[in-house]
């Protein structure tokens, strides 16, 4: 059992930063993989990045690559998503999830992932 939740998001205008974090708590050894994802209004939710705690492997979609990071604290089980450069494209619900590992690649489906948190709004205004 696993129980994730997610915190940091707000209203900023297009250019600013956010620092969105996924706190987990639980059985983690079961799922070593934490992927972000979000979801626009009327839209699948769609991955984001993601993070490997048995390698440190992470991966990023196109459209965020250079400009969102993802991080980890592992001593208080925490994951980080560090968004730069924010557009209003990026405007949606950002959840993180935790999963198994799938190997030397991510899964970007979200029915490879076990546990999700409440999830957390960002509002990017132009």
């Known amino acids: 059992q696993v129980q994730l939740e997610e915190s940091g998001g707000g209203l900023v205008q297009a250019g600013d930063s956010l620092r969105l974090s996924c706190a987990a708590s639980?059985?983690?050894?079961?799922?070593?993989?934490t992927a972000w994802f979000s979801q626009a209004p009327g839209k699948e939710r769609k991955f984001v990045a993601a993070?490997?705690?048995?390698?440190?492997?992470?991966d990023y979609i196109d459209s965020v690559k250079g400009r969102f990071t993802v991080s980890r604290d592992n001593v208080n089980n925490l994951v980080y998503l560090r968004m730069d450069n924010l557009k209003p494209a990026d405007t949606a619900v950002y959840y993180c999830?935790?999963?198994?590992?799938?190997?030397?690649?991510?899964?970007?489906?979200?029915?490879?992932?076990?546990?999700w948190g409440q999830g957390t709004r960002v509002t990017v205004s132009s």
């Open positions: 999830a935790a999963g198994p590992d799938t190997g030397l690649s991510f899964s970007q489906r979200t029915e490879e992932y076990d546990y």
């Open positions: 639980g059985r983690l050894f079961t799922v070593p993989v």
């Open positions: 993070t490997n705690s048995l390698n440190g492997y992470t």
